[in-house]
């Protein structure tokens, strides 16, 4: 299936999953939970291939992004933090529904905004499929 990568970079890439069996099935039966998992799957692979970042670290709940991204470069040690990156799955929508979650998810990156770091935000939609990939750099110093 052909992944449409939206946003500030626009490309196409292939999106591949294997068929599930029966015992599959009853592994994910919250498709809430398994769309949020995707979506950080996928995000993190565009993350690391559009910057050309090699690292991601998880963040702790209530900074306002889900993960911290590192370039490696910094002599201070091997995980410098470089960006900020968000990121929201959707199940099924379609351009409104894409467009409100990409402006609550940069809102909600304020929170971090005292690092001075750009930030990342990805909306997959998997009914489309569709990733929105947006940098920010309000609040980047």
Known sequence: MLLCVTGDVC???SLRWCDVNEQDEGTWADLQEATEYG???VAIILA???TQTPRVERSAKGTGVDYWVGDGKD??????RTARLEVSGILRGDEGKIAARLREKL???????ST???VY???VDFGRPEAR?????EGAK
């Open 75 to 80: 002599r201070r040690g091997i995980f410098q």
């Open 48 to 50: 690391l291939r559009l």
């Open 11 to 13: 490309a196409a890439g």
């Open 116 to 118: 001075g770091l750009p």
């Open 121 to 123: 935000v990805v909306i």
């Open 133 to 137: 990939f947006v940098k920010s750099t």
């Open 39 to 41: 979506a950080y799957g």
């Open 107 to 113: 809102s909600q990156t304020k929170r971090s905004n």
